[in-house]
């Protein structure tokens, strides 16, 4: 009689149990089971693809045309952030940059002596906060923004060589007792023909039109980002001895600096490619989501105030970013070295392996392709993470949600849009 009892017993609790584990709470409580101890790290419980937990990188979910944040994807659910850069503070340090070089070279800049320094500008992407930013810190630090909206207008000009454009205005320079005027003379966005942005051919392309056009006129060449800005350095600047000023510190770009390209702006890839991961792991592992961030975690991972910012309101982690110049670049050759404080192998029997699926908006994209990715793939062994890596094409997004169709497979997910307006996709599919 007690040995039939004890059975019942023992299988209302294992019952129990069950009932609890399948609840869909939230995922952070749902794959401790998984994480607790080595004994039970491939016992995963089940728990519903919407309370996994989710990270926006790259592309932070917002309204293209006002900027303004998309919280019901950043709180998708509990375990839901965003890990990115700090776009404003990046983009006065281009512009900051650009404006210094321009003052210690003032003697040499000018090139037709017109007492113009006219530059040109290879934008990203109209759409993406990262690129309006970045055009913006231009023109803020050039004196040729132009309000709209409270804002400095980031719309691209076309071409302006007789300063006639109501989108910017002449800017001015003075250095000893001399002043120059500051002139945009063309801008436009780098969007190639099938509809892919930050195009890199495309802006080649642009460099050599606008040079044959008013060549001699342009003294210094912006780009918002790396991919562009080699493109038009290799094909004109570096040849006519015009600096080019890019952003991401690719590998490339900072080894071209000795060949005189101006400068570039690290966004510290390393701090942002272990942040991506390290939330999920965190996650994942039902601990507090600091762990190994602010605070160390048992085998000594931490990042200092000083390399990123968390901002609650927004659910977001932003690295901060370096100038990368001259006197600088050797410390930035390789752009896929894992940031030294948080390069410590996480146990694996603390932390067992999990599945993360994650995508890049574009497997063409250089910054992610040959920077962020690699990283990633670094990391993603030191924090034992099975990750899945998806390329998309850049121009359409169910080129990349058409690959999420077994999200039961994957214990989180990282997800890098092709738009910023398109969380919607992905939210959808998870909450199937």
């Known amino acids: 009689m007690k040995k039939a009892l004890a059975l019942t017993l023992a299988a209302a609790m294992a019952l129990g149990l069950a009932a609890c584990g399948n609840g869909g709470g939230t995922s952070g409580s749902g794959a401790s089971s998984g994480s607790g101890s080595a004994s039970g790290s491939n016992a995963a419980t089940e728990v519903a693809n919407k309370d996994k937990p989710l990270v926006w990188f790259n592309r932070q979910p917002s309204n293209s045309s006002t900027g303004e944040l998309d919280m019901t994807a950043l709180s998708f659910n509990e375990d839901t952030y965003y890990v990115g850069f700090d776009a404003n503070q990046g983009a006065e340090l281009q512009g900051e940059m650009i404006r210094d070089y321009i003052e210690d070279n003032i003697d040499t800049i000018d090139r037709n002596g017109d007492g113009i320094i006219g ?92 040079s044959a056009s008013f060549g001699d006129q342009i003294d210094v060449i912006a780009s918002n980002n790396d991919g562009m800005g080699m493109a038009m350095f290799t094909g004109w600047s570096k040849a006519n001895n015009v600096p080019t000023f890019g952003y991401d510190a690719n590998s490339d770009a900072v080894a071209a600096i000795a060949e005189g390209y101006g400068g570039t702006i690290s966004q510290h890839a390393d701090v942002q490619a272990y942040l991506t991961l390290r939330v999920l792991r965190n996650a994942l592992d039902g601990v507090d989501i600091d762990t190994g961030i602010g605070t160390a975690d048992g085998v000594g991972n931490v990042l200092s105030e000083d390399v990123y910012k968390y901002v609650d309101e927004e659910r977001s982690y932003y690295a901060l970013n370096v100038a990368v110049t001259a006197e600088n670049y050797e410390d930035f050759l390789d752009s896929t070295v894992t940031y030294a404080p948080v390069s410590y192998q996480l146990d694996a029997e603390t932390h067992p392996t999990k599945n993360v699926w994650l995508n890049i908006y574009n497997a063409a994209d250089n910054f992610l392709g040959s920077t962020y990715q690699p990283l990633l793939q670094k990391y993603d062994d030191l924090l034992n993470l099975n990750v899945e890596y998806i390329g998309g094409d850049g121009q359409t997004e169910a080129n990349i949600t058409n690959r999420l169709g077994n999200p039961d497979q994957y214990d989180a997910f990282a997800i890098n849009m092709v738009k910023t307006d398109n969380a919607a996709s992905y939210t959808a599919l998870l909450s199937q």
């Open 119 to 210: 530059y040109v500008l290879a934008i990203g992407d109209i759409g993406h906060n990262d690129s309006i930013a970045r055009t913006r810190g231009v023109r803020s630090a050039l004196g040729t923004g132009v309000d709209k909206d409270g804002a400095i207008d980031s719309s691209p000009i076309g071409t302006n060589t007789d300063g006639t454009s109501t989108i910017v205005k002449d800017g001015e320079i003075t250095v000893n007792g001399t002043t120059y005027i500051v002139r945009e003379l063309a801008s436009q966005e780098m969007k190639n023909s099938a509809g892919a942005t930050w195009d890199a051919g495309t802006a080649g392309n642009a460099i050599n039109t606008w």
